[in-house]
């Protein structure tokens, strides 16, 4: 069984910084392709970044250049700096895990994932 935990969720000013962590428990072999997504109040869970197991990285364009993903093996814990926050990136972000390696194109799909965290509430103040 495979549990992703999140954590570092909060309230922040508009150009301030968070960093969001998951841990994940259980077979390494479960979380291949990790990613985080963010569903805001009235809309459709979306795409924000992913990593593979071999550590590449792939973006949605809206946080291109400002937040970076990145995994730890030794702690199973991916990671996501987001840096110049706007209050456009208000959402309970989530993160997700599947046994598979993923084209790009296909990691970007929630529904491609098997595995999701609880999610934890981002909230930028303007």
């Known amino acids: 069984q495979v549990q992703l935990v999140e954590s570092g969720g909060g309230l922040v000013q508009t150009g301030g910084s968070l960093r969001l962590s998951c841990a994940a428990s259980?077979?390494?072999?479960?979380?291949?392709?990790m990613g985080w997504f963010r569903q805001a109040p009235g809309k459709d869970r979306e795409f924000v970044a992913t990593?593979?197991?071999?550590?590449?990285?792939n973006y949605a364009d809206s946080v291109k250049g400002r937040f970076t993903i990145s995994r730890d093996y030794a702690k199973n814990t991916v990671y996501l700096q987001m840096n110049s926050l706007k209050p456009e990136d208000t959402a309970v972000y989530y993160c997700?895990?599947?046994?598979?390696?993923?084209?790009?194109?296909?990691?970007?799909?929630?529904?491609?994932?098997?595995?999701w965290g609880q999610g934890t509430q981002v909230t930028v103040s303007s």
């Open positions: 259980g077979r390494a072999s479960s979380y291949y392709t």
């Open positions: 990593i593979s197991w071999g550590g590449s990285t």
């Open positions: 997700a895990a599947d046994s598979l390696s993923m084209p790009v194109s296909q990691a970007r799909r929630p529904y491609e994932y098997d595995y």
